[in-house]
């Protein structure tokens, strides 16, 4: 008798929400996709938020000192600032 097929072990998924409603997309996101992977018994679910900005004029130093604060403050475990 043939064993059944190995069922998958791992999902990842990567998508771009709208910078305009975050909030939205991402609990669309966490109602649709995290939920049901969530509720599999033995689950181990990361999910990872990456924001990448791109300010051609440049960053205002006073922006830069507040979001480098605030990243600080939330515990971001990465984050920074090119000139580049």
Do not use: Y
Request: glycine share 8%.
């Amino acid at each position: 008798m043939a064993s059944p097929p190995a069922r998958p072990r791992r999902f990842h998924g990567t998508v771009t929400l709208d910078a305009t409603r975050v909030g939205r997309d991402a609990s669309r996101v966490a109602d649709e996709v995290i939920t049901h992977l969530s509720g599999l018994m033995g689950a181990q679910v990361k999910v990872i938020l990456e924001i990448e900005v791109e300010v051609p004029s440049g960053v205002p130093e006073n922006v830069v000192r507040i979001v480098t604060e605030n990243s600080r403050t939330l515990n971001f475990s990465t984050h920074g600032f090119e000139t580049e």
